[in-house]
């Protein structure tokens, strides 16, 4: 069984090529750079995988047809983890990488007959939000896409739009989509990439840029540790009859006030008490030396919510393939005490 994954040299891809390849499954990386293989190798073996079973397949998802030269060997399945991600993104290019190169990596897995695994995100299972951005139907045609953009911004609408579009296009094929939450650290060792969001809170949260809790009482930020949701992603790929959409989410992450004050407990630092609304929050986030200072853009803000999920279909699926949720209490002190050695400070 041969496995191709995009996006193999970020956080999360690390940690899946780090579990496959440990199991001695053989893994392609699909590489814009091949010679970076080695470094992902050595990272590869760090996290515990075997790098001998991982090599590279070049190829970009910015260029057509992923830019493979040839026919790509026979592969069993392929995992799209790849997407441009930032705040702020051009329009054209987060549609590029995340959309047009979602339905290359889509068109690779229908003509190989091999299952997809698409990895999205746990906003498109918030029905309030998709409602509020103007997303009505399953048909991607039907969608008025420049509302959205402007709405959702272009990361979180061109991740939107990918998905969407991929469950059309591949509607008769075998496809798992799986919904992740907020990507917290490792629930043993706390590794946390300082490019995801929770890592960028925690940072806040440490140099006292946190003066309010953001959102109400009632406002969380849903998280799934890096290992669980590897975790997740191999079994997708395994299971004989996975459910179409499974959602990376711990229910039992706290709310925000009592995440930031257990956050805060490891860091040594003081937690905020005060609440600031978020459409509050989000107009002064307008302003580019606010937005600077406080290292948050209004984007990110839709993340932190009020709703609750249903995990329905999720968790037989994970009673059944035998995935625990670790105490989320646990993942958190974990993640801050990998910040803190990050930082040069002993936990």
Partial sequence: MTLLITGATGFIGRHLCARLTARRQPVLALMRRPQALEELQATVDRLGGNSHYLDALPGDLNAPDLGLAGSPPSLDAVVHLGARFGWRLPAEAAR???????????????RQQCRLVFISGFMLDNQRHLKRLGLNGEDPATIDWQRVYRRAGPYEASKIEAAITVRWQLRNQDWVEVQPATVAGHSRNGDLDPAQPLHALIDNLARGRLAMVPGGPEHW???????????????????????????????????????????????????????????????????????????????????????R??????????????IRLPPMPRVLRASAGHYLESHGHAR
């Fill in 96 to 110: 590029r990488t995340n959309v047009s190169g979602s339905l290359a990596v889509a068109r690779l897995a229908r």
């Fill in 221 to 307: 930020l849903p998280l799934i540790p890096v290992d669980t949701l590897a975790e997740i992603i191999d079994h997708a790929i395994q299971d004989p009859a996975p459910p179409r959409r499974i959602l990376g989410l711990d229910p039992d992450t706290p709310n925000l006030k009592p995440m930031l004050a257990l956050i805060a407990e490891t860091l040594g630092c003081r937690s905020p008490r005060l609440h600031l609304p978020i459409p509050l929050l989000a107009h002064l986030l307008r302003l580019p030396a606010l937005a600077r200072f406080a290292n948050t853009e209004p984007e990110a803000l839709h993340f932190i919510q009020p709703e």
């Fill in 309 to 322: 999920f249903d995990l329905s279909a999720t968790m037989p699926f994970l009673e059944r393939t035998g």
